[in-house]
């Protein structure tokens, strides 16, 4: 959809007009996609929203059907919604499988999932390779620069998830795993596209910067109260993270002021500390999680999180190996079967590394485990995501267990109940 820059060298003036079509490229996209979300609604009977193409609810009769010549006018504007709804997350149904009602829709799609980030610690683009650019230039910093980040699946921020879980009640409950160096930045992109109006709870893997320095923000999504007299949000983390933010946010873990001590506007947060063990099954706001320990180096110990029961969905984001006991929780071999979604770390094409699994360690992790479904994150500027999920969908089709990459945006619609 947007045009790429190749390896080759290029001059400044070439390159700027380059950027400059690009630019227009990018705006053109997004006003056909106005004007045919426009048209869709007021010609067809048709709607599109962020979930996709849906059937209206017959208010009047001339929005009970959908005819052959609806479809044949709408074609090459359902083409254009259909991409912008990928280049956003949207959903794979829309088109391809035929029109939904909305009653059928929430029944299959009442939780999802939100891939606030997918890219390394530095993320993608990485600063160096466009303020020192190598002979060729890096093509996916480069790349990751064209266009805006909604639409750029090379644009990539620390590796945090939100689940948007439909409780039984049939209330939403907004849980978010990490907020790492780019939380503003996830929020202020990823919350109003997905319409997510505020935080229940935090999940946090561990004390990296990419995991938690965004903590000092998270006032930004909390009430205003001249007096911080508001709901402290729970915040779920091992006790070595627990030390670590003593250290590191002591402000925002204590609860009463000193004598004289002035109150200071800071994000209000209910710390619980969990086990790391497979075992110690905790509530995140009506959510059942399992805590998955795993190596992050040798050295140290992070947390992946397994949640979901019509749908199990694991989520480990920072690992060099996984023992035993957890493999035990999330493979097809263990005593629960298969998890239907695996997010799972790989933070270079070419490896090893000693701290994180890199894309043959993922690849034998996930023919290992055999979840239903795999996405990888947490990857850096060798990932190309055109190339590389080409790449990965001849393996899928090889092994027999979706494997993709993951992108900022990316949203997957699961049940959770
Ligand atoms: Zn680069
Ligand atoms: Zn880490």
């Given at each position: 959809?947007?045009?790429?820059?190749?390896?080759?060298?290029?001059?400044?003036?070439?390159?700027?007009?380059?950027?400059?079509?690009?630019?227009?490229?990018?705006?053109?996209?997004?006003?056909?996609?106005?004007?045919?979300?426009?048209?869709?609604?007021?010609?067809?009977?048709?709607?599109?929203?962020?979930?996709?193409?849906?059937?209206?609810?017959?208010?009047?009769?001339?929005?009970?059907?959908?005819?052959?010549?609806?479809?044949?006018?709408?074609?090459?504007?359902?083409?254009?919604?259909?991409?912008?709804?990928?280049?956003?997350?949207?959903?794979?149904?829309?088109?391809?499988?035929?029109?939904?009602d909305e009653e059928e829709e929430d029944e299959e799609l009442s939780s999802e999932l939100i891939?606030?980030?997918?890219?390394?610690?530095?993320?993608?683009?990485?600063?160096?390779?466009?303020?020192?650019?190598?002979?060729?230039?890096?093509?996916?910093?480069?790349?990751?620069?064209?266009?805006?980040?909604?639409?750029?699946?090379?644009?990539?921020?620390?590796?945090?998830?939100?689940?948007?879980?439909?409780?039984?009640?049939?209330?939403?409950?907004?849980?978010?795993?990490?907020?790492?160096?780019?939380?503003?930045?996830?929020?202020?992109?990823?919350?109003?596209?997905?319409?997510?109006?505020?935080?229940?709870?935090?999940?946090?893997?561990?004390?990296?910067?990419?995991?938690?320095?965004?903590?000092?923000?998270?006032?930004?999504?909390?009430?205003?109260?001249?007096?911080?007299?508001?709901?402290?949000?729970?915040?779920?983390?091992?006790?070595?993270?627990?030390?670590?933010?003593?250290?590191?946010?002591?402000?925002?873990?204590?609860?009463?002021?000193?004598?004289?001590?002035?109150?200071?506007?800071?994000?209000?947060?209910?710390?619980?500390?969990?086990?790391?063990?497979?075992?110690?099954?905790?509530?995140?706001?009506?959510?059942?999680?399992?805590?998955?320990?795993?190596?992050?180096?040798?050295?140290?110990?992070?947390?992946?999180?397994?949640?979901?029961?019509?749908?199990?969905?694991?989520?480990?984001?920072?690992?060099?190996?996984?023992?035993?006991?957890?493999?035990?929780?999330?493979?097809?071999?263990?005593?629960?079967?298969?998890?239907?979604?695996?997010?799972?770390?790989?933070?270079?094409?070419?490896?090893?590394?000693?701290?994180?699994?890199?894309?043959?360690?993922?690849?034998?992790?996930?023919?290992?485990?055999?979840?239903?479904?795999?996405?990888?994150?947490?990857?850096?500027?060798?990932?190309?995501?055109?190339?590389?999920?080409?790449?990965?969908?001849?393996?899928?089709?090889?092994?027999?267990?979706?494997?993709?990459?993951?992108?900022?945006?990316?949203?997957?619609?699961?049940?959770?109940?």
């Amino acid at each position: 959809m947007v045009p790429r820059l190749t390896n080759s060298v290029r001059g400044p003036a070439l390159a700027l007009e380059q950027h400059e079509q690009q630019q227009q490229n990018v705006l053109r996209t997004l006003l056909i996609d106005r004007v045919c979300a426009r048209r869709l609604g007021g010609e067809t009977g048709l709607r599109v929203n962020r979930v996709g193409l849906r059937r209206r609810k017959p208010r009047a009769s001339s929005e009970e059907e959908i005819t052959e010549a609806d479809l044949s006018v709408c074609q090459p504007e359902l083409g254009r919604v259909e991409e912008m709804e990928e280049s956003t997350g949207g959903s794979r149904n829309m088109v391809a499988n035929g029109f939904k009602d909305e009653e059928e829709e929430d029944e299959e799609l009442s939780s999802e999932l939100i891939f606030l980030g997918s890219g390394s610690s530095t993320g993608v683009p990485s600063p160096l390779c466009l303020l020192r650019p190598a002979d060729p230039p890096c093509h996916v910093c480069h790349s990751a620069m064209e266009g805006p980040p909604e639409i750029n699946k090379n644009y990539r921020c620390n590796p945090s998830l939100l689940i948007n879980y439909k409780h039984e009640d049939g209330s939403r409950r907004y849980i978010q795993i990490d907020a790492g160096k780019n939380f503003k930045e996830q929020v202020l992109r990823w919350f109003l596209i997905h319409k997510v109006p505020r935080l229940d709870a935090l999940l946090l893997t561990h004390e990296h910067a990419d995991a938690m320095l965004g903590l000092d923000d998270i006032r930004g999504v909390q009430n205003y109260n001249s007096m911080n007299d508001i709901a402290a949000m729970p915040v779920f983390v091992s006790q070595h993270t627990m030390d670590s933010v003593n250290a590191k946010f002591p402000y925002l873990v204590e609860k009463t002021l000193k004598e004289g001590q002035e109150v200071r506007r800071v994000a209000q947060l209910d710390w619980r500390v969990i086990d790391t063990s497979c075992s110690a099954l905790f509530d995140a706001v009506g959510l059942e999680i399992t805590p998955l320990p795993v190596m992050h180096g040798e050295d140290y110990l992070s947390l992946g999180f397994l949640f979901g029961k019509k749908h199990r969905v694991a989520y480990i984001s920072d690992v060099s190996r996984i023992p035993e006991t957890t493999e035990q929780v999330i493979s097809a071999a263990g005593d629960l079967g298969p998890v239907d979604i695996l997010i799972l770390d790989s933070l270079y094409k070419s490896g090893p590394h000693n701290t994180h699994f890199c894309y043959e360690d993922s690849l034998a992790a996930v023919k290992r485990l055999r979840p239903r479904r795999a996405f990888f994150v947490g990857m850096t500027h060798e990932f190309e995501h055109e190339r590389d999920n080409a790449e990965l969908a001849e393996w899928s089709q090889r092994e027999g267990i979706e494997v993709q990459l993951a992108y900022d945006g990316m949203r997957i619609p699961v049940c959770l109940g």
